[in-house]
């Protein structure tokens, strides 16, 4: 679900399908798109199915449960109910990965425009891909969406993501990524004498003010930015070449 | 093989003081033919607003000679000009210079302004993350000033450690003082309720909250309780005829919300306020020109040396012309510095000293007339 440059539709239907899966599972917090140069590794929220293991230095009458990550481990009295060890398990694995609820925490910080509400489609045929718009479509496609934009808004508000060798990030001077004008693009930029797109100004400002390396226009960091600023100008009339 | 030769004017790009002087007196009398003295009085204001502004007035400028024929006001004041210096965000120096140069510059500004101001009021957001190294390097640059400052303090000194460092170096946040028949009055406007306890926030994570203009997980700004009390007691006594100074580092008006661009108990501040003749509070946090006046009350924003802020999406005041719009391309545009002059009714005319524009001067005729009279000059580019 990473590189999407195509998106065929087995691609397609595994999004689906994990995406119920998550949903089986109760919902939960979904993958941060990747936004660093390092991926977030292990950063998908682990089911709490739990398998006791052999224990070699325990407390008497205490168990070792592991996690399905593989590495988290509590040691539990024996007897201990099945939820309570659950419960303990995922307290613990929260512990270890403090920025799993990253995606809430960040839609708390900084608003960001909803993307639009296709529920309109749901129940129609589309004849293609789809047999019956569901709502559960419908939210996944949301969902996804606003990820990406919200990955965006993280990297948007955060010097060290952005590679800033100075402490300055984009909020300094564009709060709720205003004064930033996506919907102007292209447009010739007379300072730099010549046609630029927005992601060109996205990375004129993080060498200049903020001080750090230009992005590959592939760079998921700048995907997701591109991603924000379009969403934060939300029914904004295209207009491009407006100065 | 020898270079053309350039002139000294090409190589560092300033004229001479002589060469300003003789520009100056012909640009005067160049306007001076056939004028009537309103006409007059005009050009002459308009030079010295050109100069002044720029912080670059000698003894010997062309000075408004419109001082010289007024009637000798009413008022209680005895004319006064001050500067202001707001919004420096400082770094310490090793991870970011380019805020303290900035600084520096305006300390410049202030320093080459001939006569010399009789205070300078620092607006707030001395430092960035409140940091006791970012504090002290302010400190340390602001001591470069030859007029006597007043500090006042923003969210950016507080958050940290709740103020102590800013206290230590610089004494309390909340005091009064007479000025020249004026009565000024200092706040801390940016007392934010509790939200770091219940969510076991480290200092540095409630800074860093604080620090976010979008960051919606803070409070908003007030006076607070405590201050309004202390303000009413201040004010005890003085006859509504006392011209009032508020500075304050939030607007004490609601523009708004989500940039803190708002004093959640304005509403109660101006009470205290209204039963005064003239009110004019200054204000930093918004890094723009911006005018209110609400009753009594005018309002006047101060420019950041950092950056400038975009104009709020909604909720700006009528009365505010907007600064023109601010070339990413051109370090420090739509930064500066400033100064008002206060008359003896206690208004002021404001002077926005924009570093890569003309300076702007926002008169107390025009608040005074709600915007019937000396209208700033639109700028060519407005926000959008």
Redesign the interface.
């Known amino acids: 679900m990473i590189k999407r440059d195509v998106i065929g539709k087995s691609a397609l239907a595994l999004a689906i399908a994990a995406a119920s899966i998550v949903a089986a599972c109760g919902g939960g917090q979904g993958a941060r798109p990747p936004t660093t140069a390092q991926q977030q590794g292990g950063a998908a929220t682990p089911s709490v199915g739990a398998r006791s293991v052999e224990a070699s230095a325990l407390a008497p009458g205490n168990v070792e449960v592991l996690l399905c990550d593989g590495k988290t481990k509590i040691s539990v009295a024996s007897g201990t109910p099945g939820t309570a060890i659950a419960g303990q398990l995922m307290a613990e694995w929260m512990r270890k990965n403090p920025s799993s609820n990253w995606e809430a925490e960040e839609r ?4 960001l425009q909803p993307a639009a509400d296709n529920s309109g489609l749901i129940g129609l045929i589309d004849g293609h891909t789809y047999g019956k718009i569901t709502a559960q479509d419908v939210a996944l496609w949301k969902t996804e969406t606003e990820r990406v934009a919200t990955a965006g808004s993280a990297v948007f ?1 955060d010097a060290d993501q952005l590679g800033s060798t ?3 990030s984009c ?6 990524a ?2 930033t ?1 996506p919907e102007t693009y292209p447009k010739f930029q007379a ?1 730099l004498g010549r046609v630029a797109l927005l992601r060109d100004m996205i990375n ?2 993080i060498e ?2 903020v001080r750090g390396k230009a992005l590959a226009s592939d760079d998921p960091r700048m995907r997701a930015m591109e991603a924000y600023i379009l969403a934060q100008r939300k029914g904004r009339t295209l207009e491009y070449g407006k ?1 | 093989m020898d270079r053309p030769k350039k002139t000294p004017e090409a190589i560092i790009g300033v004229k001479s003081i002589e060469t300003k002087h003789m520009e100056e007196r012909a640009a005067l009398h160049r306007g001076l033919v056939n004028l009537d003295r309103r006409s007059f009085l005009k050009v002459s204001a308009a030079a010295f607003g050109a100069v002044a502004g720029a912080g670059i007035v000698s003894p010997h400028s062309f000075q408004p000679v419109s001082v010289a024929h007024a009637q000798p006001a009413k008022g209680k004041v005895q004319q006064f000009r001050f500067a202001y210096i707001s919004d420096s965000h400082l ?1 310490e120096r090793s ?2 210079d ?1 805020f303290v140069n900035a600084l520096m510059r305006a300390v410049d500004d202030v320093n080459s302004m001939d006569p010399q101001p009789d205070f300078v009021l620092y607006g707030g957001d001395l430092a ?1 993350l409140g940091g006791a190294k970012e504090l002290e390097t302010g400190a340390q640059v602001l001591r470069n000033l030859k007029a006597p400052i007043k500090m006042m303090v923003g969210e950016h000194d507080w958050f940290l450690d709740m103020g102590e460092k800013w206290r230590e170096l610089f004494g309390a946040p909340t005091y009064s003082f007479d000025h020249k028949g004026a009565h000024c009055v200092v706040l801390n406007s940016i007392i934010e309720a509790d939200f770091w306890t219940a969510r076991k926030m480290t200092p540095e994570q409630r800074m860093l ?1 604080v620090a ?6 803070q409070s908003r700004f007030t006076v607070g309780a405590e201050q309004r009390k202390w303000l009413e007691n201040d004010l005890k006594g003085k006859p509504s005829t006392t011209p009032i100074i508020v500075f304050s580092h939030s607007p004490l008006y609601k523009l708004f919300r ?2 803190n661009f708002w004093t959640d108990d304005a509403d109660e501040v101006q009470a205290i306020l209204k039963r005064f003749d003239n009110v004019v509070v200054f204000h930093g946090h918004t890094h723009q020109m911006l005018t209110n006046r609400i009753g009594n009350i005018h309002f006047h924003g101060m420019l950041s040396t950092a ?4 104009y709020a ?1 909604q909720g700006l005041p009528e009365l505010t012309v907007q600064m023109g719009r601010p ?3 051109a370090p420090s545009d739509g930064c500066g510095d400033g100064s008002a002059l206060v008359h003896p009714d206690g208004l002021a005319d404001k002077i926005y000293n924009l570093w890569n524009r003309n300076p702007v001067t926002v008169s107390r005729t025009y608040t005074a007339t709600r915007g019937a009279k000396d209208k700033p000059a639109k700028p060519r ?1 407005e ?2």
């Open positions: 708390e910080r900084h608003t508000h100075v402490g300055v909020d300094m001077c564009h709060p709720h205003a004064n004008h300072q004129w400002c200049h003010p100065h | 770094y991870l970011n380019r960035q909250t976010g203009l979008d960051n919606g997980v989500d940039w950056w400038p802020w975009p999406p070339d990413p391309f580019l926000s959008y």
